[in-house]
């Protein structure tokens, strides 16, 4: 549960940034990545800190430390592949922040959140088409949206 409030912070903060200036400081998403790093190290005990012992979360039932870590990366890395094919269409910090949130809460939770987050983003930027408000060449944060999404994997879990 601790990681998922670290993520939503990291969330709010990078969110309102990408929402007011449509970019993110990239030592921020630097930041939010070596933490989730350290922070899978601590879950499959590479590294040992006394306070962190006891600690156990669905990151670490039923697949060993390599396995996990490739799977959780694996939908940040096709957003990059993604922004790379298409030129910048899908941004940069949008996949590098889908990256570091899969070492964050793992694979499966992983795909709960984009699910929501796409759900969402469809329909706001149909509303928004659909009214006029933005064209079709016009882009929108997507990293507030990873945060509702989030939001929904926390009230809809079962394992909170």
């Not at 400081?25 to 006394?50: A, N, R």
């Not at 592949?81 to 990256?99: F, M």
Request: aromatic letters at 20%; glycine letters at 8%; a neutral charge.
């Amino acid at each position: 549960m601790q990681s998922k409030i670290a993520v939503l912070f990291f969330l709010a903060f990078m969110g309102l940034e990408d929402f007011k200036d449509q970019c993110v400081s990239l030592w921020k998403i630097l930041l939010f990545l070596i933490t989730g790093i350290f922070y899978f190290c601590i879950q499959y005990q590479w590294i040992s800190i006394p306070i962190f012992s006891k600690m156990q979360t669905s990151l670490t039932s039923g697949f060993p430390a390599l396995p996990a870590i490739f799977l959780s990366v694996l939908p940040g890395t096709a957003l990059l592949l993604l922004c790379w094919i298409s030129n910048g269409a899908i941004g940069l910090a949008d996949g590098l922040i889908v990256l570091a949130l899969g070492i964050w809460i793992g694979f499966w939770e992983l795909l709960g959140v984009l699910s929501g987050a796409f759900f969402l983003s469809f329909f706001v930027a149909g509303f928004l088409f659909f009214f006029h408000k933005k064209n079709r060449t016009e882009t929108i944060p997507f990293i507030p949206f990873l945060l509702a999404g989030m939001f929904l994997n926390l009230f809809f879990s079962q394992s909170v």
